[in-house]
């Protein structure tokens, strides 16, 4: 158990509709990063927060939505769900901004029918 | 930007033999860390080995060691005496490191390794 806690683990939907993705960061952490892996564009860099702050943006679609709450869980909203959007979704923190110690929740794995 | 390059999708390699999995970066930034992530079939992604690029000693963690070559800009992973629990998608990863400002891991594109008993 890496500390770092991500529900569902399992998601089924269909084309269209929205989910929200949970993930709450190892004691002591402040940031929250999102990764997607998918097998056609590895593991992708979503967003990142910091203490309730969005501190990074990569790759992600404006269908897409996060937030870091002030308990500091975070949740990664995905809505208009398309078939391309089936992939593992990855929660990893950090006590500081930097991603140099990064640990990395078991992931959500979405599947979009 | 910053490009992270696996050449080798797939390795494999004896059990008890060693076995080096190659990585190449790109970035025009002096102050960097470089690691090697495990993904074995749980799909869990684990910390395998850190290296700060400031430092010029190879990182080492027990049947783990890296080859940094900063100008050249490799980060070779080097496992000795193979373990089958070792097999699994080996992922190499750059972060730039910019303080509070955040910054993210660019991940290379991974090399499967098998491991023959």
């Known amino acids: 158990d890496s500390g770092v806690t991500q529900t569902p683990k399992h998601l089924i939907t269909a084309t269209g509709q929205r989910v929200t993705l949970r993930c709450s960061p190892r004691?002591?952490?402040?940031?929250v990063y999102w990764y997607q892996q998918s097998l056609d564009q590895g593991l992708q860099f979503l967003i990142q927060?910091?203490?309730?702050?969005?501190?990074a943006k990569g790759n992600i679609l404006e269908r897409f939505s996060a937030q870091q709450f002030p308990d500091l869980h975070s949740e990664l909203n995905l809505s208009s769900l398309e078939l391309g959007d089936s992939a593992l979704y990855f929660c990893?923190?950090?006590?500081?901004?930097?991603?140099?110690?990064?640990?990395f929740g078991a992931g959500s794995r979405l599947t979009v029918l | 930007a910053q490009t992270v390059t696996q050449s080798q999708p797939e390795m494999s390699v004896q059990e008890a033999e060693t076995v080096t999995l190659s990585c190449t970066y790109d970035?025009?930034?002096?102050?960097?860390?470089l690691f090697w992530y495990k993904q074995p079939p749980s799909r869990q992604m684990i910390l395998v080995i850190r290296?700060?690029?400031?430092?010029?000693q190879n990182a080492t963690e027990n049947r783990f060691s890296v080859n940094f070559q900063k100008a050249a800009k490799s980060f070779s992973l080097k496992i000795s005496d193979s373990q089958l629990g070792d097999a699994a998608m080996y992922f190499c990863?750059?972060?730039?490191?910019?303080?509070?400002?955040?910054?993210?891991?660019?991940f290379g594109g991974g090399t499967r390794l098998m491991v023959k008993p």
């Open positions: 004691s002591g952490d402040l940031s």
């Open positions: 290296q700060e690029a400031y430092k010029q």
């Open positions: 970035t025009s930034e002096s102050d960097y860390y």
């Open positions: 990893a923190s950090s006590y500081t901004a930097g991603a140099n110690v990064l640990t």
């Open positions: 990863a750059y972060a730039f490191t910019y303080g509070v400002a955040g910054n993210m891991l660019t």
């Open positions: 927060y910091y203490n309730g702050e969005e501190r």
